[in-house]
């Protein structure tokens, strides 16, 4: 892969292990300020309205300079986000903040991999990138729920600095300015991400032709026989993965009478078996035979109705390893064949940004039923059911879909499925 590459992955890692250990960090914030358990996932609403509201710009940014030098300015708008919170400004306004620089940081981080690979080494790229983001995810939880563990947090909140006070006085405090650190690591890599040499683009004069232009790009992957499907499915993939975030923390209280600390751990195991999917598809699935994982995917939905027969941290344990397994082996795939009908569809970085549009719409849009849902007083566990049934009906759907685009444009389906297999590798 080259030396360039995995300089690009550690300053994936680094940054998404301060995202992930972030969101266990905020939580712990209006926990302390006492809010309702049904504001709790707003946390990620805010955090993605940055990635919808500002897809048609953040694309075209990340053509428009190299994308070291966009990943190294949206690592420093996280870094203030964290100090909007440590400031005791509202978390969730906080919180959006840090979702801006996020947002601008993901098509860079994806697009520079068209941009820095050849074609036939996307799939086990994308296997390299899933899996040390699942990586970060499973240590940033459990790096979030140990630095707002009580033992930890009084050695922190010990700490202090010669002449300068911190204002840092509670251990969800102590935890976030742990956490700019981390920023801050990342941000030191993204200083040394090679250049590509791929010519730059220039940003549009007016605003409106930037939507114009972004609105010809969702239009183009969503008319694409095989854009369509990866991109529906990623969409659900990522709307029900960060549900399903939430949902851990409120059934683990539940069945398992854990707290906040105890279920980030939880979270951190479902990402374990994601992290397994993801490597074993990026060795066993090819560029060509993507849409082949989609019954996977009806299979994690009715495996997540399992949760509610669990009452032991023995059998939640490889039930969740199961379900993370399903859900990062067809999800690879799909995100590799989106990324490369994208790259030749619309350009590396506005491919990224129409699939952060979408699929950042679906976060939302899950998001604040889940919410409306806790609001309305229904059980986690009626919540389980009715989010297990949703994510296996509608991969179903998407399975019909494409055999219904293989009858009915048939030529047009293998044309592209050929192109595909040109460039896997063999």
């Not at 360039?4 to 992955?9: H, L, P, S, T, V």
């Not at 790259?343 to 679906?362: C, D, T, Y």
């Amino acid at each position: 892969m080259g030396l360039g590459f995995y300089i690009i992955m550690a300053a994936q890692f680094f940054s998404s292990l301060a995202d992930n250990a972030l969101l266990i960090a905020a939580i712990a914030l209006l926990m302390q300020a006492d809010s309702p358990s049904w504001l709790t996932p707003y946390l990620k609403f805010f955090f993605v309205v940055s990635y919808v509201v500002l897809a048609p710009y953040v694309g075209a940014f990340a053509d428009r300079l190299p994308k070291g030098t966009v990943m190294f300015i949206s690592n420093a708008v996280k870094i203030a986000g964290c100090a909007l919170m440590l400031a005791g400004v509202n978390p969730l306004l906080s919180y959006a903040l840090v979702g801006l620089g996020a947002a601008a940081y993901s098509p860079a981080k994806y697009g520079i991999l068209t941009e820095y690979l050849p074609h036939s080494k996307l799939v086990a790229a994308n296997g390299w990138i899933e899996g040390l983001t699942v990586g970060s995810i499973i240590l940033g939880t459990m790096l979030g729920g140990v630095l707002i563990h009580a033992t930890v947090s009084d050695v922190l909140l010990r700490f202090d600095l010669p002449r300068l006070e911190t204002g840092v006085d509670t251990p969800a405090e102590a935890a976030i300015a742990v956490i700019v650190f981390v920023y801050a690591l990342a941000a030191l890599f993204n200083l040394y991400v090679p250049r590509t040499g791929v010519a730059l683009k220039p940003l549009p004069v007016h605003p409106l032709e930037t939507l114009r232009d972004f609105s010809r790009c969702v239009a183009s992957l969503w008319t694409d026989k095989l854009g369509q499907i990866s991109l529906a499915v990623t969409t659900l993939f990522w709307g029900a993965g960060a549900t399903l975030q939430f949902i851990l923390i409120e059934w683990a209280r539940a069945a398992l009478d854990y707290d906040l600390s105890h279920a980030s751990i939880l979270q951190g195991v479902c990402a374990v078996g994601i992290a397994l999917g993801a490597v074993a598809a990026s060795v066993l699935v090819r560029l060509d035979e993507a849409v082949r994982v989609i019954p996977l995917g009806i299979a994690m939905g009715f495996a997540v109705l399992l949760m509610n027969g669990v009452g032991s941290v023995w059998t939640a344990v490889p039930l969740l390893v199961g379900v993370g397994a399903l859900a990062g082996f067809f999800v690879v795939p799909m995100n590799a064949l989106l990324q490369h009908r994208g790259h030749h569809l619309v350009g590396a970085g506005r491919s990224i940004a129409v699939q952060n549009f979408n699929e950042n719409a679906s976060i939302l849009a899950m998001i604040a039923v889940y919410s409306l849902l806790l609001w309305a007083g229904l059980s986690i566990y009626a919540v389980i059911v009715i989010f297990g049934l949703f994510v296996a009906g509608t991969m179903i759907l998407v399975r019909w879909w494409y055999r219904h685009n293989a009858r009915t444009h048939t030529a047009e389906v293998e044309r592209l499925l050929a192109f595909a297999r040109a460039e896997s590798p063999h």
